[in-house]
């Protein structure tokens, strides 16, 4: 039987990685790169830096940098991390370097992992058939905000240990379900909860509330955004 576990920040995953890894950054980044594969991005490079964005697109004019830091866009980035304000036709068969706060640095951490696939709420049904189809332990990665522990990550990664019932599930992947199955009844539904988090009141203070509800949305894209390791980039899966 498959086992799920749950880290609530990068640096408790145990290394080496066993099995497949699921990286969550609610607010916003994994839910971006499921929007920029839907807008038609060929992939994404996930890099933990600002320094080594701009690297790769001295090196290669064609690229386009997207990220945050603070929750706004980086001097001289072609786009933010805002999953609303794609322009497909901008995005549409390029290859998107992307660099944020925390979690395109988690995305860093696990990718040494068998399979390293990207969660968000919005693809969530999507994932857990995936992990279903894969059969292998899996840990799923929360990236924090700011080196603390986010509550729409773990919200995200707890209703995904409730769709895999049926595996065996650790002490902090149970812990992780409960959390969540509380934090939505108590909040009165899944938008309210992750609007009730510091992050997402952040970001609204930031002009940011349209991402809040876009990356609120439960399970309206089929793309699972999946690590290559041949070519390092992050593509539809």
């Not at 805002?82 to 979690?103: D, K, L, Y």
Request: hydrophobic share 45%; net charge negative; with cysteine.
């Amino acid at each position: 039987m498959p086992i799920v576990d749950v880290a609530v920040l990068p640096g408790l995953v145990p290394m080496p990685i066993v099995g497949v890894a699921v990286v969550f950054d609610v607010l916003r980044a994994t839910t971006t790169m499921a929007a920029l594969l839907d807008a038609g991005a060929s992939g994404i490079r996930a890099v933990g830096e600002i320094d080594r964005a701009r690297e790769l697109k001295e090196a290669d004019p064609t690229l386009l940098l997207a990220g945050e830091r603070g929750g706004v866009p980086p001097f001289g980035f072609d786009m933010g991390n805002s999953p609303v304000r794609i322009e497909p036709v901008a995005v549409s068969g390029r290859v998107v370097v992307m660099t944020t706060t925390n979690g395109t640095r988690a995305v860093e951490r696990a990718g040494a992992a068998r399979a390293c696939l990207m969660g968000s709420l919005t693809n969530l049904d999507a994932l857990a058939e995936r992990l279903r189809d894969f059969g292998q332990d899996v840990v799923l990665i929360c990236s924090g905000t700011d080196g603390g522990r986010s509550d729409e990550d773990e919200l995200a990664a707890g209703m995904l240990v409730e769709r895999l019932r049926g595996w065996s599930a650790t002490e902090a992947a149970e812990d992780a379900a409960d959390r969540a199955t509380g934090s939505i009844g108590a909040s009165g539904g899944v938008a309210a909860a992750v609007g009730r988090s510091w992050h997402a009141r952040r970001l609204v203070d930031l002009g940011y509330g349209d991402d809040v509800a876009f990356c609120s949305r439960l399970s309206v894209t089929r793309t699972v955004p999946t690590l290559d390791a041949a070519s390092g980039l992050i593509v539809r899966g």
